[in-house]
């Protein structure tokens, strides 16, 4: 199974961004989604997840209120709408596959699967 990211760009602050996550295939049922991101010099962070089954969501406090994590089935696609981007959002935002239990989908190592990157700047 590939991932594979895009949408990144560069974008003035107070302004919006989509995301988008393209899954090759399926790996199996009761996939979570999830974007995590990396900035310069910081450890890689969780941002939100999505069950594709049942379509139940988590965020990150930074990002709550201000980006949506949604999906689209039968596409294996899902997407991260960023609203109200800030300097602090600036990173590299990755999508990730995996099974982790709904209590662990902040864990980074509980996913099998990583797409490439895609460059988010944030300029203020």
């Known amino acids: 199974v590939q991932l594979q990211a895009s949408g990144g760009g560069l974008v003035q602050a107070g302004g919006s961004l989509r995301l988008s996550c393209v899954a090759s295939?399926?790996?199996?049922?009761?996939?979570?989604m999830a974007w995590f991101r990396q900035a310069p010099g910081k450890e890689r962070e969780f941002v939100a997840a999505?069950?594709?089954?049942?379509?139940?969501?988590n965020y990150a406090d930074s990002v709550k209120g201000r980006f949506a994590i949604s999906r689209d089935n039968a596409k294996n696609t899902a997407y991260l709408q960023m609203n109200i981007l800030k300097s602090e959002d600036t990173a590299v935002y990755y999508c990730?596959?995996?099974?982790?239990?709904?209590?662990?989908?902040?864990?980074?190592?509980?996913?099998?699967?990583w797409g490439q990157g895609t460059l988010v700047t944030v300029s203020s």
């Open positions: 999505i069950k594709l089954q049942g379509g139940h969501t």
């Open positions: 295939a399926r790996p199996f049922s009761n996939v979570v």
């Open positions: 990730a596959a995996g099974r982790p239990a709904w209590g662990s989908v902040a864990l980074s190592r509980l996913y099998g699967y």
